[in-house]
């Protein structure tokens, strides 16, 4: 039985390509991407060309969230969040930091100026749908939102 996502819903999902591959590597991950849903048929995700909105359709296979137990205002906040960000840029600095981590270079990771840079404006997947759960009052991680990558995000659908 499929699961129809609700208003607010994360999902994950595992991508082809050699950056997908990587990011699966690096975070010891099945999936490599995340979304958000704001509904009619629509997520919002962030990719290399910034944040964006697509439809459902672009990604058959998501594993969403479904055991997240959230409220309407909650779900509507998380959305809203998300279509806030449309248009913000990726943030290749943030990939740059997870890299560094992974790398045990975490004294370079750390760099005040580093996380300022990572912070400022762009996204990462995993960082949008943090921050989206974050302005709704739903901290998913005891970590900096931009440290989620999206291993964190399938790891959690699996203790659920």
């Known amino acids: 039985m499929s699961y129809t996502p609700r ?6 999902v595992r991508t082809s390509g050699v950056f997908g591959k990587l990011i699966r590597l690096g975070t010891s991950s099945p999936d490599n991407h995340a979304v958000i849903y704001i509904g009619n048929g629509l997520l919002v995700e962030a990719t290399p060309h910034g944040v964006k909105i697509n439809s459902i359709d672009e990604y058959p296979l998501i594993a969403w ?23 913000k840029p990726y943030s290749f ?14 004294f370079l990771s750390d760099n005040k100026f580093m ?4 912070t400022k404006e762009g996204y990462i997947c995993s960082e949008l ?16 939102d931009y440290e989620v ?3 964190d995000l399938s790891r959690r659908l699996e203790l659920m």
């Open 93 to 106: 600095i943030t990939i740059a930091l997870i890299v560094l981590r992974i790398l045990g270079a975490k």
């Open 65 to 87: 969230n479904q055991h997240e137990e959230l409220t309407d205002t909650q779900r509507e906040a998380i959305a809203a969040h998300a279509r806030s960000l449309v248009g």
């Open 149 to 151: 990558v999206p291993g």
């Open 7 to 12: 208003i607010g819903d994360y999902g994950v």
């Open 115 to 118: 996380v300022w840079a990572a």
């Open 129 to 144: 749908v943090a921050e989206c759960y974050s302005s709704a009052g739903i901290k998913l991680f005891q970590k900096p």
